[in-house]
């Protein structure tokens, strides 16, 4: 059964720290994996999209990190902000059929002062 | 500016009482698609559209209709809502394949049926 799995559940750090998200998956056979960041009260917005032959791809401070091998992504936040505090939800797609998309349950981040 | 609507977006209404939730983008999009999000769950489907006129269930499609008679608009329908359709419910579009084309979410509907 294709499955998401995303670790942790939620997330306290303070401004200006790093923080890795992770996200495990078994979704088979893999076409690409989507990373959305969803603010409180709001629709999930797209952060990137890495395919199965990319290991590593910034927008900003976020670098998603890819291994089709082991089938793990990991959402890297660099010197975080408040503006980063929201959910983050991994999208891995599956290519047995093109509407498939499994979303993760997320993790919830919360950036303090 | 590009977007995605969604009106309500909070609604409360009783058991059994027919509701529509409006969906419409102006990106000229032809995949729609509806999604409800649960508390601790991932964000499921419900129903999605390939073009006008065509729809498809997705994985929780019980208790909810959908229909695709303009390219723009998406609607959600719940003929007699009950309790446990209590969620918050996102539209989304985008371009297709839809398999690796961003799907644009709407700022979502909060729904309560009490």
């Known amino acids: 059964k294709n499955q998401v799995e995303q670790s942790p559940q939620s997330l306290i750090i303070l401004e200006g720290k790093n923080c890795t998200l992770q996200?495990?998956?078994?979704?088979?056979?893999?076409?690409?994996l989507r990373w959305y960041k969803q603010d409180t009260g709001r629709g999930p917005v797209s952060l990137t999209i890495?395919?199965?032959?990319?290991n590593t791809k910034s927008n900003g401070r976020y670098t998603a990190t890819l291994d089709a091998d082991t089938k793990q992504s990991s959402l890297h936040i660099t010197a975080s902000q408040l503006s980063d505090s929201a959910s983050y939800i991994c999208?891995?797609?599956?290519?047995?059929?093109?509407?498939?998309?499994?979303f993760g349950a997320g993790t919830r981040l919360a950036v303090h002062p | 500016e590009a977007q995605v609507t969604q009106n309500p977006r909070y609604l409360i209404t009783v058991t059994g009482k027919k509701l529509t939730v409006t969906c419409s983008q102006n990106m000229n999009h032809e995949y729609m698609s509806w999604y409800r999000q649960d508390p601790g769950l991932g964000l499921r489907q419900i129903y999605y559209s390939m073009n006008v006129e065509v729809t498809d269930k997705g994985d929780v499609p019980e208790g909810y209709k959908v229909s695709r008679k303009e390219k723009r608009n998406f609607p959600l329908i719940l003929e007699s809502p009950s309790p446990n359709q209590t969620s918050l419910y996102f539209c989304?579009?985008?371009?297709?394949?839809?398999?690796?084309?961003?799907?644009?979410f709407g700022p979502g509907t909060r729904l309560t049926v009490l």
């Open positions: 996200c495990n998956y078994t979704v088979s056979p893999f076409s690409n």
């Open positions: 890495m395919t199965f032959s990319e």
């Open positions: 999208v891995p797609r599956f290519s047995g059929g093109y509407n498939k998309l499994i």
């Open positions: 989304a579009s985008s371009r297709v394949p839809p398999d690796y084309n961003e799907q644009f």
